[in-house]
């Protein structure tokens, strides 16, 4: 069995964070390119979330029955399994049908779900226990880094080759990723359990084994504020910008520029998580500067200087996508033995509740009202509420 060796550590950082910034690269493209694709398919703007939504309802049903098949097949092959569905769905999604394209979000999404229950059970074993928030944080810039890398080459390739030809690189590099992994089997699915029997009552499992521990309960709630202001960030910055009369190029670099922030971010709030504060103050702080910044981005206006409006994208950078790590640190460690995997998919499947319901709020208020910056403003609430929750002394029962 793993122990807490650095050796192990480090490969076992290094292939989490691999598979986890090929997945966020996937993910990514089809929010920097929405503007290039909703035009190409004759879709309204509208369109963009009903696609996020079915994307997280997908990602929900994923992590929702994931944990018995990481217990049953490791987290490594679970990891090469997320790969392998992202880059079905990449592929589906050049097709010109948007019906097959909303497919696309089903496969992919359910997919590249099990990527963070999968990695993160492995790091649940090898990471120490003090040092677990920081090596959780580290693992966790694959994200912004994934979507950094989306923002700067998708526009540029959409520009040379069209979007269709960025979606299938990106497929090609999930299934040679899946490949490369292989060989890591052997020792980090050392633990699976192949006798282990998936049931469909592991759904209901999964989702009320957090509800039942007070400070899983706490991680949910701020899981579905968090990853439901994130998705509506990502899903509608590059769209937001063009709106205001960025061009699509320019934009995209905006959002990397902003996303560049989150990878520094991540780290710093592990760091300061792993011995110099509190981790549920550290997620109570981001709790609240998400919510500022997120309402301060709603009443960005074509007049605010480029300067201004990068400030506050930097600071809903280092607070809505940068408290992922802190959180999955604290949900593998208050979860039980051999139980890593389900309870960080049951803490994450509230976040996909977030991740489903706040885009199509925001889709709902732009169609409703014409105003981008509106929902921005709303979607800030829960974060808001949460920080209120979080600074609350903590239930022992």
Same mark, same amino acid.
């Given at each position: 069995?793993?122990? $807490? ?22 993910? #990514? ?35 929702? +029955? ?20 992202? #880059?079905?769905?990449? #592929? ?12 696309? !979000? ?14 993160? $059970?492995?790091? +649940? ?117 063009? $709106? ?46 998400? !919510? ?31 408290? $992922? ?8 460690? !208050? !979860? ?50 949460? +920080? ?10």
């Amino acid at each position: 069995m793993l122990t $807490h060796d650095l050796r192990q550590v480090s490969l076992a950082l290094l292939a989490t964070f691999s598979q986890q910034t090929c997945v966020s690269v996937g993910r #990514a493209l089809p929010a920097v390119l929405a503007p290039v694709i909703v035009v190409d398919l004759n879709l309204s703007h509208v369109w963009i979330g009903v696609y996020f939504t079915i994307s997280a309802t997908a990602a929900l049903i994923g992590q929702l +029955g994931c944990g018995s098949f990481i217990v049953r097949y490791g987290s490594l092959r679970m990891s090469q399994v997320a790969l392998a569905m992202l #880059a079905v769905g990449m #592929a589906l999604s050049t097709f010109t049908s948007p019906w097959i394209f909303a497919l696309s !979000a089903i496969i992919g999404g359910g997919g590249a779900a099990v990527s963070t229950p999968a990695s993160s $059970h492995l790091l +649940g074993r090898v990471s120490p226990p003090q040092h677990a928030p920081l090596v959780f944080s580290i693992k966790q810039t694959a994200v912004p880094v994934g979507l950094l890398i989306g923002g700067i080459l998708a526009p540029w390739m959409s520009n040379i080759t069209g979007w269709r030809f960025a979606f299938i690189l990106v497929a090609v590099a999930c299934i040679a990723l899946a490949a490369l992994l292989e060989p890591l089997r052997k020792g980090f699915d050392d633990d699976r359990v192949p006798s282990h029997a998936f049931r469909l009552s592991d759904f209901q499992t999964t989702f009320t084994s957090v509800l039942r521990i007070p400070e899983l309960r706490a991680l949910s709630i701020a899981c579905l504020a968090f990853n439901g202001m994130q998705q509506v960030v990502t899903a509608y910055f590059v769209t937001y910008l063009v $709106h205001l009369g960025y061009g699509l190029a320019a934009a995209g670099l905006v959002f990397s520029a902003a996303m560049s922030i989150a990878i520094p971010g991540r780290i710093l709030w592990g760091w300061i998580g792993s011995g110099w504060s509190n981790p549920r103050m550290v997620m109570a702080g981001l709790a609240f500067g998400m !919510a500022t910044s997120g309402v301060a981005m709603g009443f960005f206006t074509a007049g605010w200087p480029v300067l201004l409006i990068g400030i506050v994208s930097a600071a809903i950078s280092l607070t809505a996508l940068s408290w $992922h790590g802190v959180l999955l640190a604290e949900a593998a460690r !208050a !979860a039980p033995e051999g139980k890593r995997g389900a309870v960080t998919g049951g803490v994450l499947s509230f976040g996909q509740f977030g991740a489903l319901s706040e885009p199509v709020l925001y889709s709902l208020l732009l169609g409703l009202t014409g105003s981008y910056g509106l929902g921005f403003i709303v979607c800030a609430a829960p974060a808001f509420l949460v +920080g209120i929750l979080l600074r609350r002394p903590q239930s022992p029962g």
